[in-house]
Each structure stands twice: as structure tokens, then as C-alpha cells.
């Protein structure tokens, strides 16, 4: 059954030599048109306006609006990042320096307590003793 329908589908689909005046039947079908007459046709019926000084000037100038706008604002967002910086370095700077006065302050208390430790006997020991 299968091989019956492949059969019929590879004779039906086979290639077929065109006659040999396929070519001229074919053109001689077609109708004649000039295409160059349709198109010089088409440009006579337009009006021919020349473009004015300001569409002229319209693409270069969106131009160089758009580069200027663009400079503008890569400028503004550069500011603000190094004022945002500026501030976070501040900020860091005062909190290194609060860092550092905790830290004097708990080695000074530290220190007390070690020269406090390795410091000799009060006299007041010694003179209760010799009385």
C-alpha cells in the first residue's frame, strides 16, 4: 500500500522537460509595458520641490542636539558619582578616626592595668610592718 502511494507521488512529482518554445509562448503571453515610461510618468506628476534651507539643516542639527545632550548628561552623572564618593570616602574617614579613638582609649586602659599589675608594693605595707 505505502510503496503504491510513494509510486504515484514520484511519477506525479518527476521532473518534465518544457517544450522547446516555452520561453518565447511565455513572453509573447506577457503584455508590453515600458516600464521607464510608467516611471518618468509617475516623476512628471510630482512636483519637484526643492528642500528648504531647514530640512536641510533639520538631521544635522537633531545631530548635534542629541551629542550636546548627551555631553550634558555624562557630565551631571559624572558629578554625582564623585560627589557620591566624596561623601562615602568622608563618611569612611570618620569612621576610621572613631575606630582609632576607641581603640587609644581600650590600649590606654589596657596598658594602666598592665604598669597597675607589675607596679611594687604601697609603702603603706612596708611602714605597717616596721611598727
Do not use: C
Amino acid at each position: 500500500m505505502n510503496d503504491d502511494i510513494e509510486n504515484r507521488l514520484r511519477s506525479a512529482l518527476r521532473r518534465i522537460d518544457p517544450p522547446q518554445d516555452f520561453a518565447e509562448k511565455l513572453l509573447a503571453a506577457l503584455p508590453r509595458h515600458d516600464l521607464a515610461a510608467r516611471v518618468t510618468a509617475l516623476r512628471a506628476a510630482r512636483p519637484a520641490v526643492a528642500p528648504g534651507r531647514w530640512q536641510r539643516l533639520a538631521a544635522p542639527a537633531a545631530l548635534a542636539a542629541s551629542l550636546i545632550i548627551a555631553v550634558f548628561v555624562g557630565q551631571q552623572i559624572g558629578a554625582q558619582r564623585y560627589a557620591r564618593e566624596q561623601r562615602a570616602g568622608i563618611e569612611a574617614s570618620r569612621e576610621l578616626m572613631q575606630a582609632l579613638r576607641v581603640t587609644s582609649k581600650k590600649l590606654d586602659v589596657a596598658y594602666q592595668a598592665v604598669r597597675d599589675h607589675d607596679a611594687p608594693p604601697a609603702n603603706e605595707d612596708a611602714e605597717e610592718t616596721r611598727t
